[in-house]
């Protein structure tokens, strides 16, 4: 018997062995040698801070890792080349050299032109092309607010009502209402807390109202052994523990829960019945849907409805439910580039070097194919590093010079109140931000409707609107569409160098300037800094 057992193992060890033996003979490997004078971007848009990349970084695995923000198998260099998969891989840079290993297929090096633009336009066309769809068109011509700094874990009616009325009667203009996490009873559940909102119809159809359009916080988490967590598993709809029956407790930053199984058809049109239901139950306009990281999906130790399913599926089925609403917001999401979703950059710390990152990383996006980004919240979202005594000890010059970042670009979104914070001369800059936003809301709707169509970005990089001018590893600048160049100030300084490509500009005060050359500008406070191309 025990000699039987003893065989028993060894030829489970043998089995064992022999499929990784065959797994990693299945590892296909292409390494892209960088062309003279050849740039890459690619993968995360979080790393648009690294881009393009000229430094060498380790192994990064696409189906583990999604670097907090949006991810795709895809990169794209300023010589017209690409590479496309629909599938996760695992890559890394060496020197002069994109290394690529995928468990599914042969990734190939593709020639879509000679630009970074044609590259863009032939990936788009070839493997996301534009569903001619919009998100609400609300989200691109008047600000966003979200609760989140002002009030964190204690969403409640009476706050909420308050930060409102506070924008109206601070002269800011009204917009996308965004009630953040722990409005609802728990995870699973989409009812508001009865101790904290007595009367969510009636505050929602106030918001109405006064002119804003209302979104709620949710997650595809589960709070276990809850009335939902009972039925969903009853209903076989959440993901299960590898091999066993029961739901796997997944932990992520907010506890530990179990989750919706998306890949099953059922759960997710469930699901959606059940989003529905809370939007007509309350008058809900939308949904900010948070926590789509492939971080918390491992094949490996969870089952799945559909068997195949990586954890980037769910991540992208995730996302695949918002474009059932016309107010969506996601911070993470694999592909989907072309769909109606309202894609946001990371959050980011309270700090001058996060302030750095907004337009690399929003210019990432933009290359990468989510045209609908938002930048993070105004002054930053990681809510952690915001000091304690938030009313005295904030730099008031990086929450300006970070609302005049968001003023030109597709959509603006403020959290902590500008109102609370800042001074009257420093509140009168920021409003005049939020309404040069509005003001150019219909100049930025006509470009989302154009990359609707086309698939180009909003927010342009220079290297793709001025292919061969030396603009490759410009990041502190961007275009607005092919007509306004914006250079916001980004540190401490009053002033900045800035470039301009071939041709005559015209800047925000109307002094005209000729390309092909840098300028040293100064830049007071109450100055956004752009051009005109005539």
């Known amino acids: 018997m025990q000699n039987n057992l003893?065989?028993?193992l060894l030829a489970s060890l043998s089995a064992v062995l022999l499929s990784y033996s065959a797994s990693a003979q299945n590892v296909n490997e292409t390494s892209v040698r960088f062309l003279p004078g050849e740039y890459w971007w690619g993968a995360f848009t979080q790393a648009g801070r690294e881009m393009p990349y000229v430094k060498a970084m380790s192994e990064k695995n696409l189906d583990r890792d999604n670097w907090g923000n949006q991810a795709?198998?895809?990169?794209?260099?300023?010589k017209g080349r690409y590479v496309w998969s629909d599938k996760p891989f695992v890559f890394s840079i060496g020197e002069n050299t994109l290394h690529i290993k995928s468990n599914y297929e042969k990734v190939e090096v593709k020639t879509g032109g000679n630009t970074l633009r044609e590259a863009y336009l032939a990936a788009c066309n070839a493997h996301f092309p534009p569903t001619g769809k919009l998100p609400d068109p609300l989200f691109f011509s008047r600000p966003q607010y979200n609760t989140w700094i002002e009030l964190l874990y204690d969403q409640n009616q009476a706050d909420i009502m308050k930060y409102a009325h506070d924008i109206v009667d601070n002269g800011f203009p009204t917009g996308v209402?965004?009630?953040?996490?722990?409005?609802q009873r728990y995870y699973g559940n989409f009812d508001f807390r009865a101790e904290k909102f007595p009367d969510p119809q009636g505050m929602i159809g106030e918001l109405h109202d006064m002119g804003f359009k209302v979104m709620v916080w949710v997650c595809p988490f589960v709070s276990p052994d809850s009335p939902e967590y009972r039925e969903l598993k009853d209903k076989g709809y959440l993901i299960k523990n590898k091999g066993a029956d029961d739901p796997a407790i997944i932990e992520w930053w907010n506890g530990?829960?179990?989750c919706y199984d998306l890949t099953n058809p059922e759960a997710y049109d469930y699901l959606l019945g059940?989003?529905?239901d809370a939007q007509q139950r309350y008058g809900i306009d939308g949904f900010k849907l948070d926590a789509g990281d492939v971080g918390y999906y491992n094949p490996r130790t969870q089952d799945y409805y559909d068997k195949s399913a990586t954890a980037t599926d769910h991540s992208r089925l995730w996302a695949k439910l918002g474009t059932e609403f016309a107010f969506n917001e996601y911070r993470a999401c694999w592909s989907m580039q072309g769909e109606p979703l309202v894609q946001r950059l990371g959050d980011?710390?309270?700090e001058w070097s996060a302030v750095q990152q907004l337009i690399p990383d929003m210019l990432a996006a933009g290359l990468l194919g989510w045209a609908y980004t938002c930048p993070d919240m105004i002054g930053g979202g990681l809510w952690t590093t915001f000091p304690k005594d938030r009313e005295t000890a904030l730099d008031q010059s990086l929450i300006v010079r970070s609302a005049q970042v968001h003023a030109m670009m597709p959509m603006m979104q403020f959290s902590v109140a500008p109102w609370r914070v800042l001074n009257a001369e420093n509140l009168e800059i920021v409003r005049r931000m939020a309404n040069l936003h509005e003001q150019m809301g219909g100049y930025i709707l006509e470009l989302a409707q154009h990359s609707s169509k086309t698939g180009e970005p909003i927010v342009r990089h220079m290297e793709y609107a001025f292919p061969g001018e030396g603009f490759a590893q410009c990041k502190d600048q961007f275009m607005l569409g092919d007509k306004y160049l914006v250079a916001p100030i980004l540190t401490s300084?009053?002033?900045r160098t800035v470039r301009l490509p071939q041709g005559t500009w015209?800047?925000?005060?109307?002094?005209k300037y000729m390309g092909g050359k840098e300028y040293l500008v100064e830049v007071p406070i109450d100055r956004l800094l752009y051009f005109e191309k005539q």
Not at 72 to 78: D, G, K, Y
Not at 177 to 183: A, F, P, R
Not at 506 to 511: F, R, T
């Open 6 to 8: 003893i065989a028993g």
């Open 72 to 78: 795709t198998a895809f990169f794209l260099s300023n």
């Open 177 to 183: 209402l965004m009630i953040d996490d722990n409005w």
């Open 256 to 258: 530990k829960s179990a």
């Open 274 to 276: 059940v989003l529905r």
């Open 348 to 350: 980011k710390v309270y």
């Open 493 to 495: 300084e009053n002033s």
């Open 506 to 511: 015209i800047d925000d005060q109307g002094k």
